[in-house]
């Protein structure tokens, strides 16, 4: 009924921290472990100084009642020296906090600078080294993953990869130092003291853990939420027209008010679990101040503490919590980073499975023979495309490739390129096995048009180029003036500098194909496959392309797929695929005579057009 996506999956929270992909980050983060020792030491030098502050202030405070203490008893002469003496050791406690002060600002402001520099160049890398390994994927890989998939790994699993090497390492080891200084600086000062507060601490780390769990679970829904009500809003603004057409209207705005509602409980239900943590916190910490008053009190009456020791221990007590609460988040937050690194570290790990032989042969260039031997091949094991498929191409030949769809025309194709390996026999180019030859070469002298083109982001000119990343303006040019399309590309609102692709100037399907008809001429392979090139373009275009066309196929060997008679009229000879298997060759002429499967559907071409 309702556009109710799964949740996905990967949203999922993770229950352990993922050991495979905390150790390759110590393996990454290996090489720079003296600059993440730099920033985690100035870490230490900023945690040491707030463990500091309490102690001046014991110092200021028990200084001034000292003074007040002496001055209640002294001779009228003495006086003016114990104030003075006062003054000299609160100026030197301020003059001393002034300087840590000013040491810990310069100390941050390094800290933050390199950490995050250091953070941001690391990611540099890392999304730099993704999109290489994309590059370098096969065909059989992106079979297998959506893109949506590969894109959330390449972005969002990589911002999530960023919380964990950039201040997680500097804000672990501040919550460790800050908890293991404060307790023991409080049992120095005054273990019974200490061991009265203690209690709280299990009880924080029970309450603080709870939250987490639930706080996390609740975001966790939120999210899954969220993403429906996008998705709704999305499929609601794509489909406007049709769900007017069909009068849903009321039946969408139902939908999407369930979805609503269910985002508005579980927000509140967030911001409740959040207040029940707050209120806890307050609480314990409640406790704790009430008991070092009350102690600390009984104590400084009965002459075995000071005011300042009760103020400093006040303050010690309050940071117990923080380094808790921290803890309990760059927990949270390193499982999530690993689970995302999980996701990424699958994808890097993928080999290509099409890579070149050490003994990958470089030739100069083809003659352009395509002998397909014994062909036997399958995309997914036991479930047989090409069955024994063998045929010879001389250079220069034209072959036209007939057949239903799902045939295995396009499966060929692929085979010449060497997108895909056979799994029996073999496809030659000239003498040498494709598996052989190296794939910069072998790509560099085989073209492929398809019928979907794609046109990159970019200018004519630009798209043209693709082709030879070497030509010239002028070389692009002639090149278009020899197929036939430079009149079309000047007829274009800004010619060769018009913007094409995904922002650019909305081309008919003809104007795209003759576009990547001349990026194709320009590359001038040696052998040139055309994938149902002229499917998408309608017969009164397909007329405006013939000639391109004819250039096209001149002086090179030609695989052409097609259901249009003009084009496999012009073919040498023609391959009838059905099923996996070759069952009829010969030219066009002697085909029609023979009156088998090729006359069969040759009328059918002519009944349809
Ligand atoms: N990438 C792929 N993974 C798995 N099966 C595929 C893939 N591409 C094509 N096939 C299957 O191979 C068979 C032949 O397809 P194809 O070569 O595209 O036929 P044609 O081009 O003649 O229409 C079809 O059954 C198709 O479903
Ligand atoms: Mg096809």
Redesign the pocket.
């Known amino acids: 009924m309702s556009p109710r996506p799964a949740v996905n999956p990967e949203h999922e929270q993770p229950k352990h921290l993922s050991r495979p992909a905390l150790k390759r980050l110590l393996v990454w983060l290996r090489p720079h472990r003296r600059a993440i020792a730099l920033n985690v030491s100035l870490t230490l030098v900023l945690t040491a100084v707030e463990l500091a502050v309490p102690q001046l202030l014991q110092t200021a405070i028990d200084g001034v009642v000292g003074a007040t203490k002496a001055l209640a008893v002294a001779a009228e002469t003495e006086k003016a020296a114990i104030v003075g003496g006062a003054w000299d050791r609160i100026l030197v406690v301020t003059g001393v906090f002034v300087g840590l002060f000013g040491l810990s600002q310069v100390v941050r402001f390094f800290e933050i600078r390199r950490t995050s520099t250091f953070a941001q160049w690391f990611m540099y890398q890392m999304r730099g080294k993704y999109f290489a390994h994309l590059h370098r994927l096969s ?2 890989f992106y ?1 297998k993953w959506k893109a949506g998939q590969l894109i959330a790994r390449g972005t969002s699993d990589m911002d999530a990869l960023q919380d964990a090497v950039s201040w997680a390492p500097n804000h672990i080891t501040a919550a460790v130092f800050q908890l293991v200084g404060v307790v023991a600086v409080m049992l120095w000062k005054d273990w019974v003291l200490f061991l009265a507060v203690f209690p709280i601490l299990p009880v924080l780390v029970l309450l603080t853990r709870r939250f987490r769990v639930r706080a996390t679970e609740a975001w966790r829904q939120v999210r899954a939420q969220t993403g429906r009500l996008t998705a709704n809003v999305a499929e609601s603004i794509a489909g406007a027209r049709v769900i007017q057409a069909f009068a849903r209207e009321a039946k969408n705005m139902a939908i999407f008010s369930n979805l609503t509602s269910d985002l508005y409980t579980t927000r509140v239900e967030t911001q409740r679990v959040h207040n029940r943590y707050m209120i806890g916190i307050g609480c314990l910490r409640l406790y704790a101040t009430v008991v070092v008053i009350l102690m600390g009190s009984y104590r400084v009456s009965r002459g075995t503490a000071t005011p300042g020791e009760v103020a400093a221990f006040l303050a010690y007590a309050a940071m117990f919590f923080r380094p808790i609460d921290m803890l309990s988040h760059l927990y949270n937050q390193l499982l999530h980073s690993l689970a995302a690194l999980d996701r990424v570290i699958e994808v890097l790990d993928t080999e290509p499975q099409i890579v070149d032989r050490p003994s990958a042969v470089n030739p100069a260039d083809f003659q352009g023979a395509v002998t397909f031997d014994h062909v036997t091949f399958e ?2 094991e036991g ?1 047989r ?1 090409l069955h024994d498929v063998s045929f010879r191409a001389r250079p220069g030949e034209v072959i036209a490739l007939v ?10 194709c ?1 085979l010449i390129s060497r997108f895909y390996e056979t799994q029996q026999g073999s496809v030659r180019i000239d003498d040498w096995d494709v598996k052989n030859i190296a794939l910069d070469a072998l790509h560099r002298r085989t073209g492929i048009v398809l019928q979907e083109n794609f046109l990159f982001s970019g200018t004519v000119m630009d798209n043209i180029r693709y082709g030879r990343p070497s030509a010239t303006d002028g070389e692009v040019i002639e090149c278009a003036r020899q197929i036939g399309s430079h009149r079309a590309v000047e007829a274009l609102p800004k010619g060769y500098q018009t913007e094409v692709g995904e922002r650019g100037e909305s081309l008919s399907a003809g104007q795209r194909q003759l576009i990547c008809f001349t990026r194709a001429m320009l590359a001038d392979p040696r052998i040139l496959i055309l ?1 149902e090139a002229t499917s998408s373009v309608d017969t009164q275009a397909e007329l405006e392309i013939q000639d391109a066309l004819r250039q096209l196929t001149e002086r090179r060997t030609c695989f052409i ?1 097609a259901h249009r008679l003009s084009t496999v009229h012009r073919a040498d000879r023609v391959l009838v ?1 059905e099923d ?1 298997r070759i069952t009829e060759e010969g030219p066009h002429a002697e085909l029609l005579a023979a009156g088998g499967r090729y006359a069969a559907m040759y009328k059918e071409f002519i009944r349809a057009e």
Not at 403 to 412: Q, V
């Open positions: 065909p059989a079979d995309y997914k479930d495309i057949g239903p769809t799902g045939a295995g025309k396009t499966t060929m692929r994938d797929v695929v996996g």
